[in-house]
């Protein structure tokens, strides 16, 4: 049995991984470059993401920083109007609440994550919450759930990590934590051959850790 569960947010808890891409797809498109998918997965993975390609398109970082600004505008406005909630998500930590604690550790910037749950019902069940400003190092680095096992005064072992990406699981691992990668269909190409367990939805993971 588990304590302790350390939850990734996008793309576990809430549906806006692909929301992610599209606002970085329309605001490199304003200067001439296509984002691709595939090769944006990839980087992904390896803790990089859509300035990659742009750097590699021979966009200046100047222009980059201004890009930024207007792939973050763009990602808010989509998470105010396109739908973002993942089916059985609420029902499944109100079935794991009463036997372990829980914490959400994610690279959301918290500007994203607040707008992302005004109103929602998930994060009542976390004993905290970490976002990318709570660490220097993101995932795939180990900081993010090795701060999280500090803030509890857990071991590794009493833990267990739920996942939907390679770099997450990568983060996990490297923290020597048993990650279990829940099903996302934008980063199902990506490699989880490290992963503890593979579940299709998060309402399997309460016979997992019990």
Same mark, same amino acid.
């Given at each position: ?19 992610? %891409? ?36 021979? /966009? ?11 792939? =973050? ?6 998470? *105010? ?18 036997? /372990? *604690? ?7 910037? *918290? ?8 109103? *929602?019902?998930?994060?009542? %069940? ?59 269909? %934008?980063?199902?190409?990506? =490699? ?19």
């Amino acid at each position: 049995m588990k304590s302790y569960v350390l939850l990734d947010h996008d793309g576990v808890l809430v549906d806006t991984e692909q929301w992610y %891409f599209a606002a970085g797809r329309r605001a490199l498109a304003e200067v001439g470059v296509e984002l691709d998918e595939a090769r944006y997965l990839r980087d992904m993975a390896r803790g990089a993401g859509t300035w990659t390609q742009a750097r590699a398109a021979g /966009v200046d970082e100047t222009t980059i920083d201004r890009l930024r600004v207007a792939r =973050d505008a763009y990602y808010q406005e989509l998470l *105010r109007t396109e739908p973002i909630e993942i089916d059985g998500v609420v029902d499944a930590l109100a079935e794991l609440a009463p036997y /372990v *604690r829980m914490a959400i550790v994610t690279t959301a910037k *918290r500007a994203d994550f607040e707008l992302i749950h005004a109103g *929602r019902q998930i994060v009542p %069940f976390m004993d905290f919450v970490l976002v990318r400003e709570d660490y220097e190092h993101s995932k795939p680095h180990p900081e993010p759930y090795a701060t999280a096992l500090r803030r509890f005064a857990a071991a590794p072992e009493e833990a267990v990590v739920v996942e939907d990406s390679a770099r997450g699981l990568a983060s996990a691992v490297a923290a020597g934590i048993d990650c279990v990668v829940v099903h996302h269909a %934008f980063t199902a190409s990506q =490699d989880f051959s490290a992963a503890t367990h593979r579940i299709g939805s998060l309402s399997e993971l309460k016979s997992l850790v019990l």
